[in-house]
C-alpha cells in the first residue's frame, strides 16, 4: 500500500461523517506550515494532521463545534482574540468547515490513488479558491545490498513508498518490464557494477520522474554518460541524471548513503509542492 502523505491525511480524516476540515488560507509574517495545511477535527475534538503546537488546534476545535457554518477566522497577530497569540507572532487566516463536501474529498483522494494531481474547490473565500494536492512520493530502486537495503529501511521509516528491484528480475542488457515512472516518482540505481545501469537510465528517461539518479563518482559518471549518447540518449535527459547522488559528499557507509539520497528526493519533490 502507498503510504498516505501528511497533507492527504486530514484530507481522507474528511470524508467521514461529522468531520470537519480546518484550511490554511492565508499567513502573515512566519509560520512552520505552508498555505493549504489542513486540519481535521472529529466531534469528539481529536484530530488528524497538524497546524502548530496543539494550542491551535484546541482552539479550533473549541470554535468549530459552536459554528453552524464555514468562515474565514484570524489567529495570532491581528486577531480579535486577544487571550490567543501564537508563538511564532504571526497571523494566521484559517478557513473552519464544520461540513466539508465529501463527495468532493473522495474524488481527490481517488485521483491521488491512481497518481494524478488533484484539486479541492473549497467554500467561498477571498483568500485560497482551490486546495492542491500532488500525488504520494514514491521511490523506485535498483541494484544491490546493502546500499538497496539501507534505502529502503530508510524510505520504509519515514513513510515513503519503495518499490524494490534487484537484480534478479532483470536481464542484462534489456529494459525491465515496468511501467516508467510517474512524475512523481524517484529513480536510483544503486549498483557497483555498472553494466546493469544503460538500459535502466534509458527506460527511466522515458518518463516524467522527477528524479533520476545513479551511484558512482564523477569517473562513473563521465563513463555512464558516454554509453547513454551511443545508445541514442540525448544530451538533455542525460542532465536529468544525478550523479553523484545525495547531498553529503562522499557517503562511506550505507546508511549514510541512503540518508544522504532520500534528503535529495525529499527536497526536490516538496520544492515541486503546488502551494509552495
Given at each position: 500500500?502507498?503510504?498516505?502523505?501528511?497533507?492527504?491525511?486530514?484530507?481522507?480524516?474528511?470524508c467521514?461523517?461529522?468531520v470537519?476540515?480546518c484550511?490554511i488560507?492565508g499567513?502573515?509574517?512566519?509560520?512552520?506550515r505552508?498555505?493549504?495545511?489542513?486540519?481535521?477535527?472529529?466531534?469528539?475534538g481529536?484530530?488528524?494532521?497538524?497546524?502548530?503546537?496543539?494550542?491551535l488546534?484546541?482552539?479550533?476545535?473549541?470554535?468549530?463545534?459552536?459554528?453552524?457554518?464555514?468562515?474565514?477566522?484570524?489567529?495570532?497577530?491581528?486577531?480579535?482574540q486577544?487571550?490567543?497569540?501564537?508563538?511564532?507572532?504571526?497571523?494566521?487566516?484559517?478557513?473552519l468547515?464544520?461540513?466539508?463536501?465529501?463527495?468532493a474529498c473522495r474524488?481527490?483522494?481517488?485521483?491521488?490513488?491512481?497518481?494524478?494531481?488533484?484539486?479541492?474547490?473549497?467554500?467561498?473565500?477571498d483568500?485560497?479558491?482551490?486546495?492542491?494536492?500532488?500525488?504520494?512520493?514514491?521511490?523506485?530502486?535498483?541494484?544491490?545490498?546493502?546500499?538497496?537495503?539501507?534505502?529502503?529501511?530508510?524510505?520504509?521509516?519515514?513513510?515513503?513508498?519503495?518499490?524494490?528491484?534487484?537484480?534478479?528480475?532483470?536481464?542484462?542488457?534489456q529494459m525491465?518490464?515496468?511501467p516508467p515512472?510517474?512524475?512523481?516518482?524517484?529513480?536510483?540505481?544503486?549498483?557497483?557494477?555498472?553494466?546493469?545501469?544503460?538500459?535502466?537510465?534509458?527506460?527511466?528517461?522515458?518518463?516524467?520522474?522527477f528524479y533520476?539518479?545513479?551511484q558512482?563518482?564523477?569517473?562513473?559518471?563521465?563513463?555512464?554518460?558516454?554509453?547513454?549518447?551511443?545508445a541514442g540518449?540525448?544530451?538533455?535527459?542525460?542532465?536529468?541524471?544525478?550523479?553523484p547522488?545525495?547531498i553529503?559528499?562522499?557517503?562511506?557507509?550505507?546508511?549514510t548513503?541512503?540518508?544522504?539520497?532520500?534528503?535529495e528526493?525529499?527536497?526536490?519533490?516538496?520544492?515541486l509542492h503546488?502551494?509552495?
Amino acid at each position: 500500500m502507498t503510504p498516505i502523505e501528511d497533507d492527504h491525511a486530514a484530507l481522507a480524516a474528511a470524508c467521514e461523517p461529522g468531520v470537519a476540515l480546518c484550511t490554511i488560507v492565508g499567513i502573515e509574517g512566519s509560520f512552520s506550515r505552508r498555505i493549504g495545511a489542513q486540519l481535521a477535527i472529529r466531534p469528539d475534538g481529536s484530530v488528524t494532521g497538524s497546524l502548530a503546537d496543539g494550542c491551535l488546534e484546541r482552539q479550533l476545535a473549541s470554535d468549530i463545534a459552536a459554528m453552524p457554518r464555514h468562515d474565514v477566522r484570524r489567529y495570532g497577530h491581528g486577531s480579535p482574540q486577544i487571550d490567543f497569540r501564537l508563538p511564532c507572532g504571526g497571523g494566521l487566516d484559517i478557513l473552519l468547515d464544520p461540513a466539508p463536501d465529501r463527495d468532493a474529498c473522495r474524488a481527490v483522494l481517488a485521483k491521488l490513488e491512481q497518481r494524478e494531481p488533484a484539486n479541492l474547490t473549497l467554500p467561498a473565500n477571498d483568500l485560497l479558491s482551490q486546495r492542491a494536492y500532488q500525488p504520494a512520493l514514491r521511490v523506485r530502486g535498483y541494484g544491490e545490498d546493502p546500499e538497496l537495503g539501507a534505502l529502503e529501511t530508510l524510505s520504509a521509516a519515514c513513510g515513503i513508498g519503495f518499490e524494490r528491484v534487484e537484480t534478479g528480475s532483470l536481464s542484462l542488457g534489456q529494459m525491465p518490464d515496468l511501467p516508467p515512472p510517474d512524475h512523481r516518482t524517484a529513480t536510483v540505481l544503486l549498483f557497483h557494477d555498472h553494466e546493469w545501469e544503460v538500459p535502466l537510465l534509458c527506460h527511466a528517461v522515458t518518463g516524467p520522474g522527477f528524479y533520476i539518479g545513479a551511484q558512482g563518482g564523477a569517473t562513473a559518471r563521465g563513463a555512464r554518460e558516454e554509453k547513454l549518447r551511443l545508445a541514442g540518449v540525448g544530451e538533455a535527459e542525460i542532465k536529468r541524471i544525478h550523479g553523484p547522488i545525495g547531498i553529503i559528499p562522499g557517503s562511506r557507509t550505507p546508511r549514510t548513503l541512503a540518508l544522504s539520497i532520500l534528503g535529495e528526493i525529499v527536497g526536490e519533490y516538496e520544492a515541486l509542492h503546488p502551494h509552495g
